[in-house]
């Protein structure tokens, strides 16, 4: 039980154009929904915290113009990179919070999206 | 605020040989303890949690135990594989906060 599922697993874009990314929770409802970057060698970076029919809290730093999160229902959240540059390119990891309690609160990943920018 | 460190890598061990990996943290109130694994290429797989003081996790051989006196939660296993070869990751969530805070990785290579 709770799989969590990225599409796609690799894109390659060119410089100027959008990229959408999805994250599904397949067995589980996830209220809460969490996107990560991460650079080589390197540990995660929260970019934001999205909930259900909510807009996304973005950490300090992270362009929510540049970096759009829906999280339109409670299995689907999507990252849309607009207008994607060469710095942009990075390991992109979701997650998602299983609905309920704290006890609840451990958060399941997906497996990730290696994003190139050219 | 909260944060977490990890023993610095990389760790380099023969198969069969002890590991610990060593996290501590710095938190408010009471928070839930993770590790995580990461195999190459892959996302994060929970490896093991403990959600309260004395609370020991295990999976697959790993183990760790939740000690609020020391606070840390070190990671153990008695005879590691060339499978177990990936970074892990510890990291915590906070009492009221959903969001896990993670330390910086330990790359744990295993020759056989």
């Known amino acids: 039980g709770a799989v969590v599922s990225q599409h796609p697993s690799r894109v390659i874009c060119k410089s100027g154009t959008s990229v959408k990314i999805e994250c599904r929770s397949l067995d589980f409802q996830a209220t809460t929904m969490f996107w990560y970057r991460q650079f080589p060698k390197q540990s995660l970076m929260l970019m934001a915290t999205?909930?259900?029919?909510?807009?996304?809290?973005?950490e300090q730093g992270v362009e929510k113009d540049k970096f759009l999160i829906n999280h339109a229902s409670l299995t689907l959240s999507t990252l849309t990179v607009t207008s994607a540059h060469p710095e942009d390119s990075s390991f992109y990891i979701c997650s998602a919070r299983v609905a309920g309690s704290r006890l609840t609160d451990t958060q399941y990943f997906g497996p990730g999206t290696r994003l190139t920018v050219l | 605020g909260n944060s977490v460190t990890q023993m610095e890598g990389p760790v380099t061990l023969s198969e069969e040989a002890f590991l610990t990996i060593n996290c501590t943290y710095t938190?408010?109130?009471?928070?839930?303890l993770f590790w995580y694994v990461q195999y190459p290429g892959e996302g994060l797989q929970l490896l093991l949690k403990?959600?309260?003081?004395?609370d020991k996790g295990s999976n697959k051989g790993f183990e760790a135990t939740y000690r609020k006196e020391t606070t840390s939660f070190h990671l153990e296993k008695g005879s590691v594989q060339v499978s177990d070869s990936a970074v892990y990751f510890c990291?915590?969530?906070?009492?009221?906060?959903?969001?896990?805070?993670f330390g910086q990785g330990t790359r744990l290579t295993i020759n056989p």
């Open positions: 403990a959600t309260k003081a004395d």
């Open positions: 938190a408010t109130g009471y928070p839930s």
């Open positions: 999205s909930n259900e029919g909510s807009k996304a809290t973005y």
């Open positions: 990291a915590l969530s906070g009492t009221r906060a959903q969001k896990l805070v």
